[in-house]
């Protein structure tokens, strides 16, 4: 059974920082580039993070390059999203995502992220 598990939302004031965990099972999560996803109210859902199968390649949405850091343990099947310099605009829920671009696209269940004051 495939699960990703996010943790580690929060409410947090403008500033702050916050670290997202996604813990995946049920497939080989060294085989997948991972995604972070988030979703405020009334918007579009935005790709927020990537990064490959063995962390060589890693991108960011212009919005949040320089304030968050993807990073990957695949000891551990788990990946993560450190947030810093949190705005208020970043308040949404965060999910993960894996997809490995022919037949296999997995989702988390979400976890709420809201900053302010």
């Known amino acids: 059974q495939v699960q990703l598990v996010e943790s580690g939302g929060g409410s947090v004031q403008p500033g702050g920082s916050l670290r997202l965990a996604c813990a995946a099972s049920?497939?080989?999560?060294?085989?997948?580039?991972m995604r972070w996803y988030r979703q405020a109210p009334g918007k579009e859902r935005e790709l927020v993070a990537y990064i490959s199968n063995f962390g060589i390649n890693i991108r960011y949405a212009d919005s949040v390059k320089g304030r968050f850091t993807i990073s990957r343990d695949n000891a551990k099947n788990t990946v993560y999203l450190q947030m810093n310099s949190l705005k208020p605009e970043d308040t949404a829920v965060y999910s993960c995502n894996a997809n490995n671009g022919r037949d296999r696209d997995y989702w988390g269940q979400g976890t709420q992220v809201t900053v302010s004051s």
């Open positions: 049920g497939f080989t999560f060294s085989s997948y580039p």
